[in-house]
Nanobody, 118 residues
Framework: QVQLVESGGGLVQPGESLRLSCAASGFTGSRSWMNWVRQAPGKGLEWVGVINGGGTSTYYTDSVKGRFTMSRDNAKNTLYLQMNSLKPEDTAVYYC???????????WGQGTQVTVSS
């Protein structure tokens, strides 16, 4: 059974950093592409970025390029999202999600809240 558990969210001031983690179990991480997706208050889901199974390829939405970095440690079955230079508009619940064979998410974590406010 696939399980994804995010952690690391919190309240920070603009310009500060956070690192989110996503602990995965129930599947072979090195074979699975993973997304980070966020949902701001009152808005729909927004794709943040994707990383391949080996951790060698990453792609990001334009609004986070140069500020956010995805990585993974397959030995620890953990996905990371390093977020630097945070802005109030980054405030959202952040989810990690596993991509299935269709290329769409087939498993989601419960999310972790990130609030950027002075």
């Amino acid at each position: 059974q696939v399980q994804l558990v995010e952690s690391g969210g919190g309240l920070v001031q603009p310009g500060e950093s956070l690192r989110l983690s996503c602990a995965a179990s129930g599947f072979t991480g090195s074979r699975s592409w993973m997304n980070w997706v966020r949902q701001a208050p009152g808005k729909g889901l927004e794709w943040v970025g994707v990383i391949n199974g080996g951790g060698t390829s990453t792609y990001y939405t334009d609004s986070v390029k140069g500020r956010f970095t995805m990585s993974r440690d397959n030995a620890k079955n953990t996905l990371y999202l390093q977020m630097n230079s945070l802005k109030p508009e980054d405030t959202a619940v952040y989810y990690c999600a596993k991509l299935g064979a269709t290329g769409y998410e087939d498993s989601w974590g419960q999310g972790t809240q990130v609030t950027v406010s002075s």
